[in-house]
T-cell receptor
Framework: NAGVTQTPKFRVLKTGQSMTLLCAQDMNHEYMYWYRQDPGMGLRLIHYSVGEGTTAKGEVPDGYNVSRLKKQNFLLGLESAAPSQTSVYFC?????????????FGDGTRLSIL | AQTVTQSQPEMSVQEAETVTLSCTYDTSESDYYLFWYKQPPSRQMILVIRQEAYKQQNATENRFSVNFQKAAKSFSLKISDSQLGDAAMYFCAYRFRNKFYFGSGTKLNVKP
């Protein structure tokens, strides 16, 4: 039972490069989320999706794009990486049906922009 | 807007003793859910305990319990008989419908 899987786990980019982070979940969850975690700031929501084909902006969406073409996958893209995007990125998913259900998290992606 | 505040950036506790981590939140909603997550150095986010706002009874999970004060919008976590493995970052989270809001975290140190 894999749960939420993030790819890659580590990546180093140069300023201006682009990349895509992949999140896959096998729990048939409707909701998926991308967060960034920076020291002293907890988790900040970048974008989220309430279903296949739908996405919405979170708290810190600038510089990122997302897509959810399949229910099980949620992609986070950086079109032109900037040093301010150096962070640990977490993907999470949750079910729609019961509000007391928590989010399930991937193991995170550590991204460094030089 | 919903906000979650953890006012203790770092705390220490002696092994086998009890520690309480604080969390307050701001909301105008009445039906919501609260969670505590643990993040050890491995970076995994692990659910510790959950509380439904409509329940008056405080949730407990083995050595972990909460003090939920709905009127005060307070949701503190008590860890009894602290163990070395409890050392981690702890995050308080609030869920309303499809959105989750997290506090900035409390780093818990456990001294042998």
């Amino acid at each position: 039972n894999a749960g939420v899987t993030q790819t890659p786990k580590f990546r180093v980019l140069k300023t201006g490069q682009s990349m895509t982070l992949l999140c896959a979940q096998d729990m048939n969850h409707e909701y998926m989320y991308w967060y960034r975690q920076d020291p002293g700031m907890g988790l900040r929501l970048i974008h989220y999706s309430v279903g296949e084909g739908t996405t919405a902006k979170g708290e810190v969406p600038d510089g990122y794009n997302v897509s959810r073409l399949k229910k099980q996958n949620f992609l986070l893209g950086l079109e032109s990486a900037a040093p301010s995007q150096t962070s640990v990125y977490f993907c999470a998913s949750s079910t729609r049906d019961r509000g007391n259900q928590p989010q399930h998290f991937g193991d995170g992606t550590r991204l460094s922009i030089l | 807007a919903q906000t979650v505040t953890q006012s203790q950036p770092e705390m220490s506790v002696q092994e086998a003793e009890t520690v309480t981590l604080s969390c307050t939140y701001d909301t105008s909603e009445s039906d919501y859910y609260l969670f505590w997550y643990k993040q050890p150095p491995s970076r995994q986010m692990i659910l510790v305990i959950r509380q439904e706002a409509y329940k008056q009874q405080n949730a407990t999970e083995n050595r972990f319990s909460v003090n939920f004060q709905k009127a005060a919008k307070s949701f503190s976590l008590k860890i009894s008989d602290s163990q070395l493995g409890d050392a981690a970052m702890y995050f308080c989270a609030y869920r309303f419908r499809n959105k989750f809001y997290f506090g900035s975290g409390t780093k818990l140190n456990v001294k042998p």
